[in-house]
Nanobody, 110 residues
């Protein structure tokens, strides 16, 4: 079993920044393959970014604005969100293999 807990969501103005955290525990030995997804009201869940030992990859909608990184403790993955837009409003979820966190709400509004 793997437990994932997201945190750091909140309200931010357009153009602002926010950092989400995903802390993993349980039967997990590496953050390789961790991913971030989001789901806006009335829309399907969509992939945002992933991290591996070799590289990070991003969806076109967040590329050059969001950055995913791993903490030195090897249990936490971060999603640094910059130049945020109203369309970034969603519940953000952390994913590892078949495991999902409960999500953290992000709202971009003036």
């Amino acid at each position: 079993q793997v437990q994932l807990v997201e945190s750091g969501g909140g309200l931010v103005q357009p153009g602002g920044s926010l950092r989400l955290s995903c802390t993993a525990s349980g039967n997990i030995f590496s953050l390789n393959g961790m991913g971030w997804y989001r789901q806006a009201p009335g829309k399907d869940r969509e992939w945002v970014a992933s991290i591996s030992s070799l590289r990070t990859i991003y969806s076109d909608s967040v590329k050059d604005r969001f950055t995913v990184s791993a903490g030195d403790d090897d249990t936490t993955v971060y999603l640094h969100m910059n130049m945020m837009r109203p369309e970034d409003t969603a519940t953000y979820y952390c994913n590892y293999q078949i495991y999902w966190g409960r999500g953290t709400q992000v709202t971009v509004s003036s």
